[in-house]
């Protein structure tokens, strides 16, 4: 990982949240890993590769990547820009109390994220680089969010593909995560992924879990969250940005997902904003896009 900033934000004898910000340029699989113990990794931009046993699975802010001690893995690097993320890791003891039984198959690899979860992990990171030290309060929402993220069956919604058409959906994958705001629909993205529209949808659905659009939304409110915890002010030109036909639209998607209004989330993800374990962090129903 030379070209990754790695820094500690919380170590406990349960729990370690490692930042870890990647600058490695586009390329292929590096070397093999593995001796390290479980951890859930969170993206809050960009995205990497994960290749696990013989199949390859994509790390974005709509998703996140388990990995389970004892497993050999390796890391690519198939998007610009690098990306930047939360590594959860507890202490083994507590790993399966945690993270369940040991994977049942590679599918379990990956989960998707939704916005609700998106914003704990964005609000848990802004009161932990602004020193938050009040190791129960980090301790309960760091277990609430790796716990919302691992309820997902993955292994009951993500179907096994050959290797051939996955690298073809990671190509719409990269489009959508590259430009979250674009307006493409599905005969544009189905030119990246060689099939027809309908087909590239169901594929989708069985590779990912979740819709294309469910998974834009994601990626949109992830982008979001971003721009409000860098102090975003004027949403009416943030709403453009992201795609949205106007601001009361992006209000109203974005309160739908995260429970909060755009203007409250950026309130509670400002540098003076504290771990609460409140509704805003634990509560939230998760519906659909």
Not at 233 to 255: C, P, V, Y
């Amino acid at each position: 990982m030379g070209a990754s900033h790695l820094t500690v934000l919380f170590d406990s004898p349960l729990l370690r949240i490692t930042d870890i910000d990647c600058s490695h340029p586009r390329g292929g699989c590096g070397g093999e890993r593995g001796d390290e113990h479980t951890h859930l990794m969170l993206l809050r931009r960009g995205g990497f590769g994960y290749h696990l046993r013989g199949a390859e699975y994509v790390g974005d802010p709509a998703t996140a990547l388990l990995y389970r001690a004892g497993d050999s893995y390796r890391i690519s690097h198939p998007f610009e820009g690098g990306d930047a993320g939360s590594c959860f890791e507890v202490a083994p003891a507590h790993e399966e109390a945690l993270f369940g039984q040991r994977l049942r198959g590679s599918a379990d690899a990956a989960r998707p994220v939704e916005a609700i979860d998106q914003y704990r992990h964005r609000a848990l990171h802004a009161a932990l680089a602004h020193d938050e030290r009040d190791r129960l309060r980090i301790e309960e929402a760091a277990a609430t969010l790796c716990t919302a993220v691992l309820r997902h069956d993955a292994t009951a919604s993500i179907a096994p593909l050959s290797p051939a058409i996955r690298r073809r959906l990671r190509q719409v994958q990269e489009v959508l995560l590259a430009d979250p705001t674009t307006a493409a629909g599905l005969a544009e993205l189905a030119t990246h992924a060689g099939c027809s529209p309908f087909h590239l949808s169901r594929l989708f659905r069985r590779a990912c879990g979740s819709s294309l659009v469910a998974y834009r939304t994601r990626l949109r409110i992830a982008l979001a969250l971003d721009r409000l915890a860098h102090g975003a002010d004027n949403l009416a030109a943030l709403a453009s940005e992201l795609g949205f036909s106007h601001q009361s639209h992006f209000g109203a998607t974005f309160r739908r997902h995260v429970g909060l209004t755009p203007r409250a989330a950026r309130e509670t993800l400002r540098p003076s904003a504290l771990v609460r374990t409140g509704k805003n962090l634990i509560a939230g129903r998760r519906p659909e896009p």
